[in-house]
């Protein structure tokens, strides 16, 4: 096997204490160049431009914004766009039950999810592979496949226009039970819930006392990616709550009118995007610990 | 708790486990028994609850309707068999939009994934601000769909002011009509979905590359291969899993498109020229719209199709070529360095 002594090099390595070539190449490797600086600032600017736009546009009349030269600095329309679009769509009242679902959704996903994911990844009880394989087997299927029969549950619940039936539909995922199944495989050694175990605590007590507050960190990230799914929904909540919409149905409808107009659409948008890029800016590091996260064993 | 009474059946009495159980942390014993067998099943409960009830369900519901005459506000459903399928198959406007779902999920996922792997090599380097790179990566995914079309929807606009068209002016290009050509209204909708997705899927790799032992490129170094070669040789490699979960996400991405086209193409109509039907759109449509949600229940079964089979071929493709097991990073390492050093 041509493969095994590599794999003795490969052991070795670390122990043998690395030659004078190969560290100097290392950290020359690793270092990035003004290039990787140059393309990678280009490339946030890109990322941040159209927030930039947003706001230009939104600060500045219509006629401003046809006139054949668009603005590419604020202007001093902000405040009138802004009341233009609160007024136009009741965006004071679909930002509250934007917060509703979104905070809603996130407690019911981090709680019933991590209690799922425990079960899974430390008890051993009949039936577990097969309701872990239908969970991961789901994993794939796209929400939205399931609009038109949700539609009609809610329908018979009585339930259209009713919150009820944003958050019902989110209240948990199978992403959620894969990715605290993950979190407390890895975070929660064996011999922490033995030991609770022997010294006579009930498993509730377990939970409480030991599950959840090592299971924190990836309660952390679940809730902050549940929150921004739910926040940024906008099919299912765009069919069965469009007389008491939430955020994103509301900006979506100023839009609606038979003349739209842009600066006060995108002074809606303003409005529906601060709380989350204030999230972003606040949760930046777990958002991508939890994007990377959930890829790697995928 | 009556639907667990048969998995207690098949065990010795409560109480009384087997001396050779299996090690199990939530283990039974005579004192703790029953509270402990039980309580795994009280802990998954609320989740199958509540996923069976609005995650399961409504995937065999939808079969279910998708072979009933059924209108929207209209009376009872009627078993109607075959007949929306039928009518689906009969309809130009469903291969216009299993053929919008396959051109603008092409040239929407093709320059994102490729994109994402270029800025992801740039990430993994050691750098200042590190972070502030990171974090401005996942910037478009954290903004809403709504909101990021509505913008880009502005910039596209085919008003004098329209930003984009301003600028191709500046480079002596003249105005293009972005939103009601066939081919550009599908590129400013790929652009959309590449700005909200190049940085997560960069993430992504990123993460793969991380996890990617540091030895091989210094084993491929020492055998001569500069950074293209390692970057050929050992991260491409070493990322195929990665790559392989980022294809699957994409295409699945593609046929979920709906608030891009339905915003920026201004109604689920799809367009003048059909340029924005694409499946979920269409769905939405005939659903919705035009009230028959029998067809667009057949619509979202052959969309489910179309998903399953997708994933099975990625997985399969992933089997081909990942299926030497054991070792495959050794391996792989032993194969490029083979390479390198010839």
């Known amino acids: 096997m041509t493969s095994s002594p590599d794999a003795d090099v490969r052991l070795a390595a670390p122990v ?8 100097s190449r290392r950290r020359a490797d690793d270092s990035a160049g003004p290039l990787t600086y140059v393309i990678l600032t280009i490339t946030a600017l890109l990322f941040l431009f159209p927030f930039y736009y947003s706001l230009v546009a939104a600060s500045h009349t219509p006629s401003d914004l046809y006139d054949g030269t668009p603005p590419l600095f604020p202007g001093p329309a902000i405040f009138d766009n802004m009341r233009l679009a609160l007024e136009q769509a009741d965006l004071v009242a679909a930002l509250g039950r934007s917060l509703v679902v979104s905070l ?44 038109i029969p949700l539609y009609v549950v809610m329908t018979r619940l009585g339930l259209v226009n009713n919150l009820m039936s944003v958050i019902l539909p989110s209240a948990v995922t199978a992403f959620g039970v894969f990715f ?22 009930s498993l509730n007590r377990t939970v409480f006392s030991i599950v959840f507050p090592l299971a924190r960190p990836g309660m952390a990230v679940l809730g902050i990616l549940s929150f921004m799914a739910a926040w940024n929904d906008f099919l299912w909540p765009f069919i069965v709550v469009r007389q008491s919409p939430t955020i994103q149905v509301a900006v979506a409808g100023i839009g609606a009118g038979y003349t739209p107009d842009i600066s006060v659409i995108l002074a ?8 989350l890029l204030v999230v972003t800016a606040i949760f930046g590091r777990q958002i991508v610990g939890g994007i990377t996260a959930g890829a790697i064993k995928g | 708790m009556a639907a667990h009474a048969p998995t207690t059946t098949a065990e010795p009495p409560a109480g009384r486990p087997p001396a050779q159980a299996p090690p199990d942390l939530v283990r039974r014993s005579r004192r703790e028994g029953r509270a402990y067998r039980r309580a795994p099943y009280v802990y ?23 072979f009933q005459e059924y209108r929207l506000g209209g009376g009872d459903p009627e078993f109607v068999g075959w007949e929306n399928y039928t009518w689906l198959f009969g309809s130009p406007s469903f291969y216009n939009s299993l053929w919008k779902t396959l051109t603008i999920g092409l040239i929407s996922t093709v320059p994102q994934l490729l994109m994402a792997l270029g800025l992801a090599h740039l990430l993994n380097y050691n750098m200042k601000v590190r972070a502030f790179f990171r974090v401005s990566m996942i910037v478009p995914y954290a903004t809403s769909l709504v909101a990021a079309t509505l913008v880009f929807a502005s910039i596209f606009a085919n008003t004098p002011g329209g930003l984009m068209n301003v600028v191709l002016g500046m480079l002596g290009i003249d105005p293009i009509n972005w939103t009601n050509g066939n081919w550009t209204a599908q590129i400013a909708i790929a652009t959309i979905v590449t700005w909200h997705w190049t940085g997560y899927n960069a993430l992504i790799y990123l993460a793969g590359m991380q996890s990617i032992p540091k030895d ?9 291969a500069g950074r293209f070669r390692q970057f050929l040789h050992v991260t491409i490699p070493g990322l195929r899993p990665t790559i392989l979960f980022t294809i699957v996400l994409s295409t699945i991405g593609a046929t979920q498109l709906f608030t891009e086209p339905f915003l920026f193409g201004n109604g689920a109509e799809g367009g003048a020229l059909g340029q924005y039907q694409v499946l979920t759109l269409y769905m939405y449509n005939i659903g919705f719209e035009i009230g028959r949600l029998g067809r667009a229940a057949a619509i979202a079964c052959v969309t489910l199709i179309i998903v399953i089979l997708l994933v099975l071929l990625n997985a399969g493709l992933a089997q081909l070529r990942t299926r030497d097991k054991g070792q495959p990073l050794i391996r792989r390492r032993s194969a490029s360095t083979r390479k390198a050093s010839r």
Do not use: H
Request: proline residues 7%.
């Open chain 1, 16 to 23: 043998e204490g690395p030659a004078e070539p190969r560290r």
């Open chain 1, 104 to 147: 809603a959704v996130t407690a019911t996903t981090v709680f019933f999810c991590t209690l799922a994911g425990f079960a899974f990844a430390k008890a051993r009880f009949r039936g577990r592979n097969a309701l872990f394989g239908i969970t991961v087997a789901t994993l794939t299927i796209p929400p939205t496949l399931s609009i």
């Open chain 1, 180 to 201: 605290m199944r993950q979190f407390i495989s890895q975070a929660l050694p064996d011999e922490l819930v033995e030991a609770a175990r022997v010294d006579g605590a």
């Open chain 1, 268 to 275: 809606g948008t303003v409005l529906a995007t601060v709380p």
């Open chain 2, 44 to 66: 998954i409960a609320p989740f199958f609850l509540l996923f069976g009830a609005f995650g399961l369900f409504p995937l065999v519901y939808t079969v279910w309707i998708s």
């Open chain 2, 216 to 224: 091989l490129y210094e084993a491929a170094a020492i055998d001569g």
